[in-house]
């Protein structure tokens, strides 16, 4: 045997040092998996288990011994169990056992599932309390704990070892016994504290701010504080314990098992100095389940003391917590606050003002901006729930509260500010970027700030008048003396040094309270006859310091400048509203028409400039939305004929300017004609502005239109010459910008089209011309799929279709399309533009009803024929296009397709749910039928084709879950056979399920064992739990069965 062991030994060594493609190392798998099978290999593992050191022999030695267990326990010969049981248990609990952690784990596990096979409701409570007789003895203590881990984890396991029956009886049986389990935990919990630990003396409060709340925390058990002389040996048995609890605690009721014993425990190690963190994420597994015991009350308040108390101390000394506690202990503030605060809020014996005004310290406490962060969260949540509670009440805001939450804004807008928080804020990187949902850039700093600034928000909702009373004074007193100051050091010559740190921290300072400002433009709204003297001041200086900083061009003085004139341009952006509700009030008051177009005309005269060459392009894009969002949102009522003067000269001005910027303003411009005022004569507005769009329209296209009369076009190739090419695409660009931006007014629409009227046939022309480039026809189809989407009424079912026919001739199949489908990661040009070709033809068939029945074999053919074969075994950003046309073509032309067609579609997204891999494209498929279940009737029609019920629709998804290959998704799947099997219930059980398991390499018992069990109820609950049961059974008896798994 000696030699057997080294030639495993040598075996194994060189089987975990090859690649896992390696041909050899597939080879000796082989041979390995088969030796586990064979019978002398248990004898062979328990030999090696006690006479090799060598890791890799002893890890083979478990995984024989696993196997036998778990698939050949009850085969084994009563003495044999008891001989193996013996054995194991004396290996896993010597005295001078060397194994290392990961060897011992995996023997406590195999215990656990022997202990899982003999578990019984007569062996149960002894086999527990024999465990518990482990941990009380000091030689075998940690084993027996880890083995109470084990347990929870084995007997619940959702590997399929075990039939579902025996699962469910498992977890009904094990639950009976966890007051047992909690109990030997806890009191040896309690006796590891009694031998380690000792009371310390209070701490001496020299905090006054503490004095009045103090109070609370002293005197309670729950509360006092302890050191501890814990061994190394001693730390590794509570947090085992710990972790065999927080192991319980993630699947047991615990408000029915949540014992205040346990409770004492966990609090008297929470307030150990030196090991505390394992109680804490203990404790933070409780409050995460957001449970509620039987004696609720008394629950919360120890909670709450708990919290109460340790802030004090935290607060009063913080140096002694190191981060990782502070962490920690804000989580489980967190989750006290998220999942019971609404339970104590209004209850007299919780002194809430008081918790608050403590979490306030606590929170400008925290050592970095992530900590700090976390608390704002918590904040966050509080602030969230006075709001909803204010708003469903339709109350004001509790006055309590007051002074409280507005010197906490006061404070938290001086975290925000370098000239208070220079120290804090320049340890925050500024550098690292991170993308938010909107795609745009922002760094840590940017994050840090909002969250703030959102926080101070949500407390000016709250409490709008005083708010904006103690935050209006940020502005006059800083903004506008920083400009006056920057204006007089301009005047003398001075130069702005970029090197500067107290310059350019006051520039960000600056910018943020900028920033604070257009998150209260809301307020300033609501509450508009009250602070209009206020808001209006502020909107002036913004104008006046927008028109300094064109004029001085001070995004030059670096990049920090440039930042606060893009936050000036979105501040004033945001006060539209406001303008719009300044506008409506001058209706009312028409004495005060002038002053409110002067402010329009001021700020027209502020945005014109920023449209030139040399403005930093990032400045001129945040122009062209200001002037959009005043255009769409303000609509003043004279904005067309103060914008006059800019309309007439847009197409010099913005002639040098990239595309991305033209079509931003070129879009803010077309809105400017196309919009008119509210509450105006329309018939009127629109004789005014029909002839002023016209021209516009034709400043930007006539070049385009000069194309084709270019002299060798076509023959010489002019047209891909790179300057052609640029035309097109900032036309085209503009164009879609301007489409897309289009009011949704008929006559806007029709003014539209017909201005552009004359660039449509020439683009289509494009189509040809430019088939083999697919830079050019994805930003054609781009086109075309904005202009379908916006006009479709106005352009007609007969252009959309000589466009789609046009596409597919152009685009065809074979080597030009497998070109352009060909490394989509490394050129994603060519599946960008099939993606938007198959985008406009999933919106034709929406959009075409019974119009589209003349394209529809062209539109199938094209699509299975020529796409599909290109995309079948790939993992090309195609496929949710083509899937998504496949499904309104069964949607929306189910009655025009012929059978064929039909049965090739519903084969192909059956073929995609067996072979996907990408789980948001098997959503979509599996989302898709479920829709067509409704709309057509899909299941009946599938049924209806089908020689045996569901034997190739729901056959696959049977596969698939037995398979585990989607199991993110098996609850939609499960649901998507119960739709399936309701079309015919008897069929289903009677028909499908025999027939599925004909073909099953199980035995017949087995077989039968399944039918059984799936018991013939139609509520979806117990169907959904028979179909759980069949997958998990299956799979058990295949296990079983294969003898070389």
């Not at 003398?492 to 740190?501: A, F, K, P, V």
């Amino acid at each position: 045997m000696d030699n057997k062991t080294k030639e495993l030994e040598l075996l194994l060594n060189e089987f975990f040092t090859l690649e896992g493609n390696n041909p050899k190392r597939t080879e000796l798998d082989k041979f390995l998996t088969n030796y586990k099978s064979q019978a002398e290999s248990f004898e062979h593992a328990k030999y090696y288990l006690v006479h090799s050191t060598n890791n890799y022999v002893l890890w083979f030695s478990l995984l024989v011994i696993e196997h036998k267990v778990c698939k050949a326990w009850y085969t084994m010969a009563p003495q044999d169990q008891n001989d193996t049981k013996t054995y194991l248990y004396e290996t896993y609990l010597k005295p001078n056992n060397q194994f290392p952690t990961f060897i011992n784990a995996k023997l406590g596990q195999i215990l656990a599932d022997i202990g899982r096979n003999e578990f019984s409701p007569t062996s149960a409570t002894e086999y527990i309390s024999n465990i518990a007789n482990l941990i009380r003895n000091p030689v075998t203590s940690l084993r027996g704990v880890n083995l109470l881990q084990y347990i929870s984890e084995e007997f619940l396991t959702t590997k399929h070892f075990l039939p579902q029956q025996k699962k469910n009886e498992l977890k009904k049986l094990l639950i009976l016994q966890v007051p047992l389990v909690i109990s030997v935990l806890t009191e040896y919990l309690s006796n590891l504290f009694a031998q380690n630990a000792e009371k310390k003396l209070p701490f001496k409060n020299n905090n006054n701010n503490l004095s009045s709340i103090a109070h609370f925390a002293v005197g309670s058990p729950d509360t006092n504080t302890y050191t501890g002389s814990f061994s190394n040996e001693t730390k590794l048995l509570t947090k085992a314990v710990f972790d065999a609890l927080t192991s319980y605690f993630q699947w047991i009721p615990l408000n029915e098992l949540l014992t205040p014993v346990l409770l004492d425990v966990l609090f008297k190690y929470l307030r150990l100095d030196n090991n505390s963190i394992p109680a804490l994420m203990c404790l933070n597994e409780i409050l995460s389940k957001n449970c509620v015991p039987k004696e609720f009350e008394e629950f919360l308040m120890r909670i709450f003391h708990q919290i109460f108390s340790l802030m004090t101390d935290i607060i009063a000394n913080p140096n002694l917590y190191n981060s990782d506690f502070l962490n920690k202990f804000t989580q489980f503030i967190n989750l006290f606050v998220s999942n019971h605060l609404r339970r104590v809020e209004n209850n007299p014996n919780f002194p809430i003002s008081d918790f608050l005004s403590l979490l306030f310290q606590y929170s400008f406490l925290q050592p970095s901006s992530e900590s700090f962060l976390s608390c704002i969260e918590i904040w966050n949540k509080f602030l969230d729930y006075l709001i909803t509670q204010s708003t469903e009440k339709s109350q004001p805001a509790p006055t309590k509260y007051t002074d409280g939450l507005l010197l906490f804004q006061s404070e938290l807008v001086k975290r925000t500010l370098f000239s208070f928080s220079k120290n804090i804020l320049s340890q925050i990187d500024d550098e690292e970027e991170d993308i938010d949902e909107e795609e745009n850039v922002e760094t840590k700093f940017d994050n840090y700030i909002k969250q703030c600034i959102e926080v101070v928000a949500k407390i000016t909702e709250l409490y709008p008048n005083k708010s904006l009373e103690n935050l209006y004074p940020l502005f006059t007193e800083n903004v506008t003396s920083f400009f006056g100051k920057t204006e007089e050091t301009i005047k003398q010559g001075l130069i702005m040094d970029q090197n500067d740190e107290t310059l350019n921290n006051l520039v960000k300072d600056i910018t943020t309270i900028l920033f604070l400002f257009s998150r209260l433009a809301n307020q300033f709204v609501l509450s508009f006859g009250p602070t209009y003297i206020a808001a209006n001041f502020i909107f002036q200086k913004l104008l006046d310091m927008c028109s300094f900083s064109n004029q001085n061009k001070t995004f030059k003085f670096g990049e920090d400048w440039e930042k606060l004139q893009l936050q000036l341009l979105n501040t004033i952006r945001s006060f539209n509203y406001w303008l719009l509700e300044y506008g409506n009030q001058v209706r009312t008051v028409p004495s005060q028409q002038p002053d409110f177009d002067n402010s329009i005309s001021k700020l027209i005269t502020v945005i014109g400039p920023l449209f030139s060459l040399g403005i930093p392009e990032e400045i001129s894009i945040c122009a062209g939305k200001l002037l959009m969002t005043l255009v769409v949102v303000s609509k003043p009522i004279n904005l067309l004929q103060l914008m006059d003067n800019m309309i007439a000269g847009i197409h010099q001005v913005c002639g040098p300017l990239s595309p991305g910027v033209q079509s931003i303003i070129f879009s803010a411009i077309s809105c400017t004609i196309l919009i008119p005022p509210s509450n105006v004569n329309l018939s009127h507005q629109w004789d005014v502005r029909r002839p002023k769009y016209s021209p516009f329209i034709k400043g930007i296209t006539s070049g385009y239109l000069e194309l084709k009369q270019i002299p060798g076009f076509i023959d010489a190739k002019i047209y891909d010459k790179p300057e052609v090419v640029q035309r097109v695409h900032r036309t085209l660009k503009i164009l879609k910008g301007i489409i897309r931006s289009v009011p949704d007014l008929s006559m806007a629409k029709g003014i539209l089209h017909d201005a552009i009227q004359d660039t449509l046939p020439m683009t289509l022309e494009l189509v040809g011309i430019y088939s083999k480039r697919p830079d050019v026809l994805e930003i054609i189809l781009d086109f075309f799929l904005t202009l379908f989407e916006q006009l479709k009424t106005q352009v007609g079912i007969v252009f959309l279709q000589q466009t789609i026919a046009q596409f597919i001739d152009a685009v065809g199949g074979g080597d030009n399309l497998n070109q352009m489908l060909m490394n989509s990661q490394t050129n994603p040009m060519g599946s960008n533009m099939v993606s938007k070709l198959l985008q406009i033809l999933a919106f034709a068939i929406q959009t075409s009803g019974n119009s589209f029945e003349s394209l529809l074999t062209n539109t199938v053919d094209f699509a299975m024929d020529k796409i599909y074969p290109c995309i079948v075994n790939s993992t090309s950003p195609v496929l949710p296009y083509f899937f998504t046309l496949l499904h309104c073509i069964l949607d929306n032309q189910w009655k025009h397709l012929k059978a064929n067609q039909t049965q090739r579609l519903l084969l192909t997204f059956q073929n995609s749910f067996c072979h996907e891999t990408n789980v948001n494209l098997f959503k979509q498929n599996l989302d898709a039928f479920e829709k067509l279940k409704t709309k057509v009737k899909l299941y009946d029609k599938i049924a209806q084709m089908e020689h045996i019920f569901g034997c190739t629709f729901i056959t696959v998804f049977f596969d698939i879950l037995i398979a585990n290959q989607q199991s993110v998704q098996n609850e939609d799947i499960i649901n998507t056979i119960y739709h399936f099997a309701s079309v015919n219930f008897d069929k289903f059980f009677q028909e499908f399920l025999n027939s599925y398991l004909l073909s099953k390499q199980i035995t017949n018992e087995q077989k039968s064992k399944l039918l059984s069990n799936f018991t013939m109820d139609k509520d979806q609950p117990t169907f959904n739990a028979n179909m759980n049961q069949f997958i998990n059974d299956y799979c058990f008896y295949s296990y079983l069965n294969n003898n070389t798994q």
